[in-house]
């Protein structure tokens, strides 16, 4: 699980890149401050809880813009089930 959480910021920096190009540096700073925010957590079940946050946040934001976030976020969702244990 030690990479997890690097895989699940490189997957939501790619969704941004979804994003219409106005909102993508906010979002992309966002999300970067949150990930540094949480580098050092140590425990799994905190870090799969920030997986799955990370997961739910991105498809609302996903949404919000009116793109299926069923199929952009998939690879996201791949990465926080199996490093989560969901």
Not at 21 to 40: G, H, M, S
Not at 44 to 61: G, Q
């Amino acid at each position: 699980m030690a990479n997890a959480g690097l895989r699940a910021y490189r997957e939501v920096l790619r969704l941004v890149r979804r994003l219409p190009a106005d909102a993508r540096p906010y979002y992309a700073k966002y999300a970067r401050e949150n990930f540094v925010n949480y580098r050092d957590l140590s425990a799994d079940d905190d870090l799969a809880a920030l997986l799955r946050r990370a997961y739910a946040h991105s498809s609302w934001v996903l949404s919000k813009y009116s793109i299926d976030a069923d199929t952009a976020a998939g690879r996201l969702k791949e990465v926080c089930d199996a490093d989560s244990g969901v």
